[in-house]
């Protein structure tokens, strides 16, 4: 595999404190796996990360599993884990895959982009996410909360269980499309939106090829995959539809807006400081609106859905929340800016929740050089594993790992046991972790904050058990929650 970066020097080569390496990826410990396919076999299509947890916990914190004849590295120490995501972009890519397949979608992005490309597209675009422009798109984050608390009242009339994943990824992209691009889809109003279904087309058919282990759809035409290029293909003319209508208004005419208003708009206008001449072209801009939709939208529902799980089987969480939700809010129904900062329990009820039940618990990464990861020699091409959820999960980092004790992220936890907040990598770490993080935490506490002003909530069957499931993200599977509503929220 050719390096795709220029070589960088001997310190970034090897990780932090590292000797020599004593070790080859052909010295770790792993499963045996079958001739030709390795470990392939054992990946069941939606719960691969539960397996790459099965084998942590056999083999240990380096161990290595065969994708056909390929040895692929697997992380899960704490400072291991930071360092290789650190050593990015030079030493470390995302798996080319996740490139390759964005290419043939013309959709090269801040998440799937690398090297070069990479370093000015998040120049220019990790401004556009900061806590001021976040802020700026509150108003329609709390209009579309208070269309989902509308949605939940009626269940709640009606008595109905919920499967609030399906309301809650209708909410978020609803959420999601407002603020990319000025479009409030209002999926959660139940109005058919074809874009919608595209969006949905075209999330699917991207994960399908990633995760496929040879590129089919060069040679074959499904079904599916016809139905995912004619999707792209509309979702393409769409935003590069809604560019040039922005780049007409913002550049000119009484219409003018005082300050761009979507992310769009943001993209389009955004100018990296040092060098004013370096901009985003109508292509990334696209790439990247659809990125945000791609990378903002599963992961935020899923969150949220794992939070309700979690305030459902867990009473006293939910009434020390719902305390804390009356006494900030006082008669209010959706916090405000000002309140959603000042929920600091549901704060750490998300907290733990991410650590628990992290939306995307591992990272696929490759190296771009022959490097060292602790004490073992990695070629250039390998495959390298984070296991970013198991992190969280060490008892030397956090202690009573598997216990939901949200009051540990306060300090209220027993001082014996270990807390190491920068070991809970639900965001990533180094120079690519998660630029979206402050909407997402924004967006969770005002919906949660929603939810236990109006609502008690509880699991709608005790006996069925709610499994985790990889889809795009990782997904609460048969969580239905049945909502009652409050006696002041009633009033
Ligand atoms: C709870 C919700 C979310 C979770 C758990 C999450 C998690 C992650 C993770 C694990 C990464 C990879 C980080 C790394 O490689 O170190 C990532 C990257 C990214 N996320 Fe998020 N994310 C969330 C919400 C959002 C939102 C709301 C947006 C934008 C609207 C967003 C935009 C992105 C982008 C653009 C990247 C790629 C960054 C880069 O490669 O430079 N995410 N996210």
Redesign the pocket.
């Known amino acids: 595999m050719k390096p795709t970066c220029p070589a960088p020097d001997e310190t970034t080569r090897r990780s932090a404190g590292a000797a020599r390496p004593r070790r080859t990826l052909a010295d770790l410990p792993g499963p045996r796996g079958l001739p030709v396919i390795g470990n392939l076999h054992e990946l069941h299509a939606d719960r691969w990360h539960l397996e790459f947890e099965r084998w942590w916990r056999a083999f240990g914190d380096v161990f290595v599993v065969r994708m056909g004849r390929q040895p692929i590295l697997v992380v899960a120490e704490g400072e291991l884990v930071r360092d290789v ?1 650190q050593r990015r972009p030079a030493v470390f890519r995302r798996t080319r895959a996740i490139e390759d397949v964005s290419r043939e979608a013309d959709m090269v992005g ?2 799937s982009a690398d090297g070069e490309a ?1 370093r000015k597209q ?1 120049q220019l675009i990790n401004p556009t ?1 900061h806590a001021r422009h976040v802020e700026g798109f509150f108003p329609s984050i709390c209009e579309i909360t208070g269309r989902l608390r509308d949605l939940w009242s009626r269940a709640a009339d009606e008595r109905a269980a919920r499967d609030v994943l399906g309301d809650l990824m209708r909410y978020s992209v609803d959420v ?1 499309s407002t603020i990319a691009f000025g479009r409030d889809l209002n999926t959660l109003g139940g109005g058919p939106d074809a874009l919608q279904e595209h969006l949905q087309r075209v999330f699917l058919g991207l994960n399908r090829r990633i995760l496929a282990p040879l590129p089919y759809w060069r040679y074959l035409g499904l079904p599916a995959d016809r139905a995912y290029d004619r999707a792209l293909l509309a979702v393409k003319r769409l935003i590069f539809e809604l560019v040039a209508a922005a780049r007409r208004e913002l550049e000119g005419g009484a219409a003018r807006p005082a300050r761009p208003r979507t992310l769009l708009e943001l993209m389009i206008v955004a100018r990296d400081g040092e060098d004013p001449r370096a901009h985003l072209s109508d292509a990334e801009v696209y790439a990247n609106v659809l ?2 939709l791609l ?2 939208e599963d ?2 529902a899923n ?1 949220l859905a794992w939070i309700l799980y979690y305030l459902a089987s867990r009473p006293d969480v939910q009434a020390r929340a719902r305390e804390e939700a009356d006494r900030v809010l006082g008669g209010g129904l959706i916090p405000t800016l000002e309140q959603s900062k000042r929920l600091e329990y549901t704060g750490a009820v998300t907290q733990e929740t ?1 650590r628990l039940r ?3 618990p591992l ?1 696929y990464l490759e190296a771009n050089h022959d490097t060292v990861v602790g004490d073992v020699a990695v070629p250039a091409g390998a495959g390298v594993v984070v296991l ?1 959820r198991a992190t969280g999960r060490k008892p030397e980092y956090f202690g009573d790992p598997e216990s939901f004790r949200p009051e540990r992220w306060l300090g209220g936890a027993s001082p014996m046991l270990p807390h190491e907040p920068r070991m809970a990598l ?5 120079p ?6 402050s ?2 935490l924004l967006e969770c506490a005002v919906t949660v904050g929603m939810v236990l002003r109006s609502f008690t909530v509880q699991l709608a069957d005790h006996t069925a058990p709610v499994r985790e499931r990889m889809a795009f993200a990782m997904q609460p599977e048969g969580l239905r929650i049945r909502f009652t509503k409050r006696a002041r929220a009633r009033a």
């Open positions: 995501l801040l998440f990479w998040r996410l999601t990125t945000m990378a903002g992961t935020t969150t991410l992290s939306a995307a990272l970013t639900a965001f990533g770490s180094g690519r972790v998660c630029p979206g993080r909407m997402a």
